[in-house]
């Protein structure tokens, strides 16, 4: 028997998610490449790069905070290999590109990530790759 939160079912859920990360307004064009370069992937998502962060005391600072949401749907889809041996979302050192608000290309490299894995979306925290 399907779940159903609220009335809508998990799956629906899912898919809407999938759905507004993919062809909602705000997406951000980019492309995924595995560690050892051998899988590229053309993707959608959210992402956001500013330079407000706080310090150890929560006090803010000035430095650069850049993290992407992205679609499990979509990358199952592709074949995008995204998980371990345990089945367990892991992307360090994968790399991702993008271009900023003022349309230059960026090179950044996953540090963490925090998957959703009831609604299917993986939040990524990037740090510079490639002399950003």
């Known amino acids: 028997k399907e779940k159903v939160m609220a009335g809508v079912s998990l799956e629906r859920i899912k898919s809407d998610v999938n759905k507004y990360m993919t062809k ?28 407000i962060n706080f310090d150890s005391e929560g006090l803010p600072v000035n430095s650069k905070n850049a993290h992407v949401s992205l679609s499990e749907i979509s990358l199952i889809e592709a074949n995008y290999p995204f ?22 290309l960026k090179h950044y490299v996953i540090t963490e ?16 790759y490639g002399g950003n």
Do not use: Y
């Open 24 to 51: 909602g307004t705000g997406v951000v064009e980019m492309t995924l490449v595995t560690p050892d370069s051998s899988v590229t992937f053309d993707l959608t998502g959210f992402g956001t790069k500013h330079f």
């Open 83 to 104: 998980r371990n041996d345990k089945e367990e979302v892991f992307l360090l050192n994968h790399r991702i590109s993008a271009k900023d608000s003022s349309g230059v």
């Open 113 to 128: 990530w925090l998957p959703d894995e009831t609604f299917g979306q993986i939040v990524c925290i990037l740090g510079d």
